[in-house]
């Protein structure tokens, strides 16, 4: 795969740019602060998309290439596959996917997978290299060749790294030492305290126990239930006799209630004879009195009669005065004066005869008055003889037998004893109900238990699976490793060995890696040494040439080489061992070095290596 054009519009601080790359070597030329990374940062955005995350940086990168002016945040790419087809990339950086043109001038974005996140990864479908593998192999500047004294245990590891895993990032030793560190921290093992598998074990052993506790209290539980049951059915036999000895006793209140009403009656019908007897006697006074009444009734009769006898007597006498005197005397004062006492005679005749009236009227209204009584006395009699007889209809009709108190006293008691015997078994029930509650609270919370057994029990299943996926990474990591040694590292090994020995004019020719020593180098005289002894120019040397022989393993392209400043701390015979090497070994390898001095064009010129020079 070789990059042909690239056309900028606006990105970062460049504007209105174009370039030409050559297929072979390329030089971009230019001062600091130039643009060579922003030009190199371009063409890795043109394939990948611009990120907007910071990553760690103190601004993202669409912050830091965004025109200042606003002007078109855009540009295009143009490249070749090894197939010899031909595409050209337009990308405005301000959206997430670019449109893709093939050589016929055709949109071809539209066949290529567009994740959400990462937007169309038509480069990596095309070539198989993602954006993290294309920056750590493809992409070499200054900072991941060149490190101080300080990191240069650094850099060996990283060189191990790569010779053992493939990946400078990726330790075989620090992957096993952290899945071990992760069995240990997030699972635990039979020896550890207080990790996950210890404490949800524990967990489990305090669950189990308490609920073998609570279990026992299921027989009590049933021997409760029992007692209760009879408790419950011993007070309904108790409270059904009770109710018969209220209804008994109901009864015979019932029954003394009548004889007490019989009792009232015959007191009543003898208050009533009582009553007859004294109007009775009232009645026999009154006759009495009326007869006393009657005589002097009679006697004012004869009074009366006797009266008018006399004046009867008295008038004849005064009349045959009269005619006599008339007669005889002839007297006129004489027979006036006789005339006079007819007037004084009736006079005195109708004053006694009045009184007499009085006293008859007064003997007749005392006879009417004492007859009325005896009228009313004889009726109240008869109403109360009445009431009598119906009182005595009624007693007649009620023959109730006398009320047996002690019968109704032994009932009382009965009732007493059996409300005292009801009170204590509601007591004694009340007692085994609170119990009864109380293991109820324990059954509820065994369910909470049996529910926290399964899900601690299901945690520690789970917690197996995870130990299990990790033993099984484990075992999966070593069987890699052990392939990796017996197939990939020695590969590896022999073209570092092929490349160190080139580039260091025969002073180290083997280049080996193993577990114990770690990566190890031979000298001249054969003997070897631990590679964190060299110096650090030349460890600079192994990393970079470990990274020149992994490019040729990233894809079925052969992709460019993009070279950033790498040579800036190289001696002039050292860039120059390794700028003929590059030429060399990488010679149907697109090369692109951007570099701020004339050493990289003076060399290629003095070597006779063809090289398209670009000044920016």
């Known amino acids: 795969m070789k990059i042909k054009k690239i056309k900028i519009n606006a990105y970062g601080k460049l504007k209105d740019k174009e370039i030409n790359f050559g297929d072979y070597i390329n030089i971009i030329y230019g001062t600091n602060e130039s643009g060579k990374s922003t030009i190199l940062n371009y063409i890795k955005n043109s394939f990948y998309g611009i990120s907007k995350n910071k990553n760690g940086k103190e601004i993202s990168d669409f912050e830091r290439y965004t025109p200042w002016l606003g002007e078109e945040f855009s540009g295009k790419l143009e490249y070749e596959l090894e197939t010899k087809e031909k595409f050209e990339i337009f990308r405005d950086f301000k959206k997430k996917n670019p449109q893709i043109l093939n050589e016929r001038m055709e949109d071809i974005s539209k066949q290529f997978n567009i994740d959400k996140n990462k937007g169309n990864e038509f480069f990596y479908e095309q070539t198989k290299v993602d954006e993290s593998l294309f920056s750590s192999t493809v992409l070499m500047n200054q900072q991941e060749v060149k490190l101080e004294k300080q990191d240069q245990n650094i850099l060996i590891q990283k060189v191990a790294n790569l010779v053992g895993t493939g990946e400078d990032n990726v330790s075989y030793k620090r992957a096993?030492?952290?899945?071990?560190?992760?069995?240990?921290?997030?699972?635990?093992?039979?020896?550890?305290?207080?990790?996950?598998?210890?404490?949800?074990?524990?967990k489990i052993e305090e669950l189990e126990q308490e609920k073998k506790e609570i279990e026992k209290s299921v027989n009590i539980k049933c021997e409760i239930e029992e007692n209760k049951s009879q408790f419950i059915k011993q007070i309904e036999e108790l409270e059904k006799e009770m109710r018969i000895l209220k209804e008994e006793k109901l009864l015979q209140e019932n029954e003394k209630i009548e004889a007490e009403k019989i009792n009232l009656k015959i007191n009543l019908k003898n208050k009533n004879d009582e009553k007859i007897n004294e109007i009775k006697n009232q009645i026999n006074n009154i006759n009495l009195r009326n007869k006393n009444n009657l005589e002097q009734n009679k006697k004012v009769n004869a009074d009366k009669n006797k009266l008018n006898k006399i004046n009867f007597m008295?008038?004849?006498?005064?009349?045959?005065?009269n005619i006599l005197q008339f007669i005889w005397i002839k007297n006129i004062y004489f027979n006036f004066a006789c005339i006079l006492t007819i007037p004084v005679d009736l006079i005195f005749y109708l004053f006694l005869k009045n009184k007499i009236n009085k006293k008859e009227?007064?003997?007749?209204?005392?006879?009417?008055?004492?007859?009325s009584e005896i009228k009313q006395f004889n009726f109240q009699i008869e109403l109360l003889e009445k009431n009598s007889q119906e009182i005595q209809q009624e007693i007649n009709k009620k023959k109730i037998e006398k009320n047996n108190e002690n019968k109704l006293e032994n009932i009382n008691k009965n009732i007493q004893k059996i409300e005292n015997e009801i009170s204590e078994k509601k007591i004694v029930l009340h007692t085994l109900q609170i119990d009864d509650e109380n293991l109820e609270a324990k059954l509820e919370k065994l369910s909470k238990i049996e529910e926290d057994l399964i899900n601690h029990k299901e945690k520690m299943v789970n917690l197996k699976k995870i130990?299990?996926?990790?033993?099984?990474?484990?075992e999966i990591l070593e069987q890699s490793y052990n392939k990796m040694k017996n197939t990939v590292t020695p590969k590896?090994?022999?073209?570092?060995?092929?490349?160190?020995?080139?580039?260091?004019?025969?002073?180290?020719?083997?280049?080996?890696?193993?577990?114990?020593?770690?990566?190890?180098?031979?000298?001249?005289?054969?003997?070897?040494?631990?590679?964190?002894?060299?110096?650090?120019?030349?460890?600079?040397q192994l990393y970079f040439s470990l990274r020149l022989a992994m490019v040729e393993e990233l894809s079925e392209e052969k992709m460019p080489i993009i070279l950033?400043?790498?040579?800036?701390?190289?001696?002039?015979?050292?860039?120059?061992?390794?700028?003929?090497y590059i030429a060399k070994r990488f010679c149907e390898h697109q090369i692109i070095i951007f570099t701020c001095t004339n050493r990289e064009k003076e060399i290629l010129e003095n070597l006779n290596l063809k090289f398209q020079l670009v000044e920016i």
């Open 564 to 580: 950033d400043e790498v040579f800036a701390y190289y001696d002039t015979k050292r860039l120059e061992n390794i700028l003929r």
């Open 314 to 321: 008295i008038l004849f006498l005064i009349i045959l005065s």
């Open 176 to 202: 096993i030492d952290r899945i071990n560190r992760r069995i240990l921290e997030e699972i635990g093992t039979e020896r550890s305290r207080e990790k996950p598998i210890n404490l949800i074990h524990k």
């Open 467 to 474: 130990e299990k996926s990790m033993m099984l990474a484990k």
């Open 492 to 540: 590896f090994t022999g073209r570092l060995s092929e490349t160190i020995s080139e580039i260091t004019e025969g002073k180290y020719t083997k280049v080996s890696l193993n577990d114990e020593t770690g990566l190890m180098v031979e000298l001249e005289n054969g003997n070897y040494v631990n590679a964190s002894r060299l110096s650090i120019g030349t460890i600079d």
């Open 361 to 371: 009227n007064k003997i007749k209204i005392e006879i009417e008055k004492t007859n």
